[in-house]
């Protein structure tokens, strides 16, 4: 059995919840250019429509059968696009990011407090746990859908994921914020994932 401190078990956490961070927000952008393609397919196969449609009252038959399909083919794209439901999947995502970074600088702030030596162990004990439910309240939202690829890119090994040793400085909020996020949402709580 290994033994570890306080401070070091909050420089884990901090470590996870900085990870977990940078999963939901590229969750959130990758999700966020597949809906901005899907869109653009959208509108391209109605302008093909729109303008086989046109044709057809001048040309003929085969202009007619192509309107018929590009307008099915945008139909059918459009209402998978809506079931799917990309764009909510794009705000749980920001949500739970932003959320997830507001840990992550109160866990840069403890760092630095414990650093200065302005708490006690009782203080420190107290905001770790605080931190840690805080972290897990970043989860009361539905991740229905992609649920098992976040849970699989977020235990999946990599070098990035796994340093060789704890870091003693805790990384600037630039080298972590890697783009705005929305402001807060209300979203339904559900079963929150495993850490």
Same mark, same amino acid.
């Given at each position: 059995?290994?033994?570890?401190?306080?401070?070091?078990h909050i420089r884990l956490n901090f470590d996870r919840t900085r990870q977990n961070?940078?999963?939901?927000?590229?969750?959130?952008?990758?999700?966020?250019?597949?809906?901005?393609?899907?869109?653009?397919?959208?509108?391209? #196969?109605l302008a093909i429509a729109a303008v086989t449609a046109a044709t057809s009252l001048?040309?003929?038959?085969?202009?007619?059968?192509?309107?018929?399909?590009?307008?099915?083919?945008?139909?059918?794209?459009?209402? $998978?696009?809506? $079931?799917?439901?990309?764009?909510?999947?794009?705000? $749980?995502?920001?949500?739970?990011?932003?959320?997830?970074?507001?840990?992550?600088?109160?866990? %840069?702030?403890?760092?630095? @407090?414990?650093?200065?030596?302005? #708490?006690?162990?009782?203080?420190?004990?107290?905001?770790?746990?605080?931190?840690? $439910?805080?972290?897990?309240?970043?989860?009361?939202?539905?991740?229905? #859908?992609?649920?098992?690829?976040? @849970?699989?890119?977020?235990?999946?090994? &990599?070098?990035?994921?796994?340093?060789?040793?704890? &870091?003693? @400085?805790?990384?600037?909020?630039? %080298?972590?914020?890697?783009?705005?996020?929305?402001?807060? &949402?209300?979203?339904?709580?559900?079963?929150?994932?495993?850490?």
């Amino acid at each position: 059995m290994f033994q570890i401190s306080v401070v070091d078990h909050i420089r884990l956490n901090f470590d996870r919840t900085r990870q977990n961070y940078t999963l939901h927000a590229k969750a959130a952008e990758r999700l966020a250019v597949t809906t901005a393609r899907i869109r653009i397919g959208v509108l391209i #196969l109605l302008a093909i429509a729109a303008v086989t449609a046109a044709t057809s009252l001048v040309e003929g038959r085969y202009f007619q059968i192509a309107a018929a399909i590009t307008a099915g083919l945008a139909f059918a794209a459009h209402a $998978a696009y809506l $079931a799917i439901g990309v764009e909510g999947r794009v705000h $749980a995502h920001r949500a739970c990011a932003q959320r997830l970074w507001q840990v992550c600088d109160r866990y %840069q702030s403890l760092l630095s @407090e414990i650093e200065d030596g302005m #708490l006690d162990r009782a203080g420190i004990l107290q905001r770790r746990d605080d931190l840690s $439910a805080q972290e897990h309240a970043a989860y009361d939202q539905p991740f229905a #859908l992609d649920q098992k690829a976040y @849970e699989s890119a977020r235990q999946a090994p &990599s070098a990035e994921a796994q340093p060789a040793a704890v &870091s003693v @400085e805790a990384p600037a909020p630039a %080298q972590v914020l890697a783009a705005p996020m929305p402001p807060d &949402s209300d979203a339904a709580a559900q079963n929150p994932p495993p850490h």
